[in-house]
């Protein structure tokens, strides 16, 4: 049965996740994570993309970011993966795949779950057990959104910067969003989305992509539940 095609659409948050080959590491050190960032950037500019959060974990990354043109973004996930793969490759004598051949990306809808995906991704490393407070992971947007930490990379999205005036009060808010452990319903419902390459929002938000798309597009729960693996509890996707 063929692949349905992903949902990318202008204008609409998308969250990303591509993860290394058989789950092997993409990053050993940290000049491997500033180089990644460094060329991340260039493709958000090169290809029109605003991006509100991210966390390089070992062996997989995650992304969210609104696309001006959604027709951008595979290319946007090449210029990354091409320059990064090639310095791998040359820095470590290696050659072969580095990342899974296909990414996996759902759209999101702001209102409903913007806020919750950007916990879900710079909450990462604390259900991996890498740190005990997001705040103590470098490589992640959570410095910049909770702490005012400048990064170059980050847009804030409108739902962000609603939060409050001033960006004080706004980081505030935001930290008070990490006292409560994210809920498990929405870690499933983002992965399953994540899995199947299907939105997540409200009800409304489905109808509207299904009018556009002809449609319906949603993420559904696919016979008995898969136990976990000792490396999925590790690092968490």
Known sequence: MPRRPRIQLDNVPLHIVQRGHNREACFSGVEDYQSYLYWLEEALHNHDCKLHAYVLMTNH???LLTPKKAN???R????IG???VQYINRTYGRTGALWDSRYKSSVVHADSYLLTCQRYIELNPVRAAMVDDAAHY???SYRHNALGQPDSRLSPHPVYTAMAASDKARQA???ALFRAELDSDAIDDIRLALN???PIGSNRFHTQIAKKLGERREARPRGRPRLKS???EVLPG
């Open 196 to 198: 199947q390459n299907q």
């Open 173 to 175: 808010a935001y930290r």
């Open 76 to 79: 946007l996930i090449m210029s």
């Open 72 to 74: 951008l973004v595979p």
């Open 82 to 84: 091409r320059r990064y």
């Open 61 to 63: 990354v995650h992304l």
């Open 138 to 140: 470098r490589w992640s």
């Open 230 to 232: 000792n490396a999925e």
